[in-house]
């Protein structure tokens, strides 16, 4: 009897993902990226993950978007953290213009 060949490749991307933002109890953002994102709201609210947002508890989750491929969710997730506080604000109230225009006036951070 022959074996049974699965394809892998490309596999682990094409699973749903998330980017992120919660706010923390100090009011400073956090931004990340996960395949399950009720999951990790709880996680990061018990705790379970050691750093910043352990230290800031309780976080609560204020903006979110869905990608079909993780890669692409990462490749926000760097992104973001790299944008001011002003400019994920402005994502957060889904304010694209202002988005827009914090972006030609700092080049794109």
């Given at each position: 009897m022959a074996a049974c060949s699965i394809p892998t490749r490309g596999l682990l991307f094409?699973?749903?993902?998330?980017?992120?933002i919660v706010q923390c109890s100090d009011r400073s953002y956090y931004t990340g990226s996960t395949t399950n994102?009720?999951?990790?709201?709880?996680?990061?609210?018990s705790g379970r993950y050691r750093g910043y947002t352990s230290?800031?508890?309780?976080?609560?989750l204020v903006w979110s978007q869905e990608f079909s491929d993780v890669r692409d969710a990462i490749v926000l997730e760097r992104q973001i953290k790299g944008w001011t506080?002003?400019?994920?604000?402005?994502?957060?109230?889904?304010d694209f213009q202002m988005l827009h225009e914090l972006a030609r006036s700092r080049g794109c951070g």
């Open positions: 094409s699973i749903r993902a998330w980017t992120y994102l009720g999951q990790r709201i709880v996680d990061h609210n230290r800031r508890l309780p976080v609560q506080r002003k400019k994920k604000e402005a994502l957060i109230r889904g």
